[in-house]
């Protein structure tokens, strides 16, 4: 079985572009999460969705917005960017909604804003 | 704030040591803490997790130690190996909340 995917493996970004990852999640997943990874720290909650509904949300600016959708892949969608979104951006799925669960992560998408 | 913190930074142990990476939390409301393991260029692997009912979990070569009253949690790697080198990150949770991951240890296992 494909484990997480995620498009693309990296990108690089002016600031002010606006910029879309994308991730699927393992067969049979309905939960899908994302956070970001500065270098040198550990991820940082950013979204979850389960069903195509917002469960939960990070403390990230308005920016920050994400969907899901009816085949449970998931967008993350970044406007405006600044230097300091320069990150590894995770998606995580899971089978359900509690965060609990055992989330299994993807290899995650390098962003670099210039 | 920080949630979560973490220490060492770094750790540097022979084969076939112990390693020992503490993590400590301030929230009593959280009730699952998870260790994932990172290698480079991969995402976090779930290693081992408990939750504060219980003062100690093991899995093979791994255990973790949890001190309620003291807020601290602790993954003890038994018989290091060169394959353990990766980077290892703590993180404690609440029900229907998100998870809140400590800063991360870089471990090299040197042969």
């Known amino acids: 079985d494909a484990g997480v995917t995620q498009s693309p493996t990296h990108l690089i970004k002016t600031r002010g572009q606006h910029v879309t990852l994308r991730c699927s999640p393992i067969?049979?997943?309905?939960?899908v999460s994302w956070y970001q990874q500065v270098l040198g720290q550990g991820p940082q909650f950013i979204f979850q969705?389960?069903?195509?509904?917002?469960?939960g949300r990070g403390n990230f600016p308005d920016r920050f917005s994400a969907r899901q959708f009816p085949n449970y892949s998931s967008e993350l969608n970044v406007n405006a960017l600044l230097l300091g979104d320069s990150a590894l951006y995770l998606c995580?799925?899971?089978?359900?909604?509690?965060?609990?669960?055992?989330?299994?992560f993807g290899p995650g998408t390098r962003l670099l804003v210039l | 704030q920080q949630q979560v913190k973490q220490s060492p930074q770094s750790l540097i142990v022979q084969k076939g040591g112990i390693s020992i990476i503490n993590c400590a939390y301030e929230?009593?409301?959280?009730?699952?803490f998870p260790w994932y393991q990172q290698f480079p260029g991969k995402g976090p692997a779930l290693l081992i997790a408990?939750?504060?009912?219980?003062s100690e979990k093991k899995e093979g070569r791994f255990t973790i130690s949890f001190n309620k009253s003291a807020k601290q949690f602790s993954l003890h790697i038994m018989d290091s190996q060169p394959g353990d080198s990766a980077t290892y990150f703590c993180?404690?949770?609440?029900?229907?909340?998100?998870?809140?991951f400590g800063t991360g240890t870089s471990l090299t296992v040197i042969p």
């Open positions: 995580a799925s899971s089978l359900t909604w509690a965060l609990q669960e055992t989330q299994y």
């Open positions: 067969s049979g997943h309905k939960s």
């Open positions: 969705y389960y069903e195509k509904e917002e469960r």
């Open positions: 929230n009593t409301a959280f009730d699952y």
């Open positions: 408990i939750r504060p009912d219980v």
């Open positions: 993180a404690a949770s609440m029900v229907g909340n998100q998870f809140y």
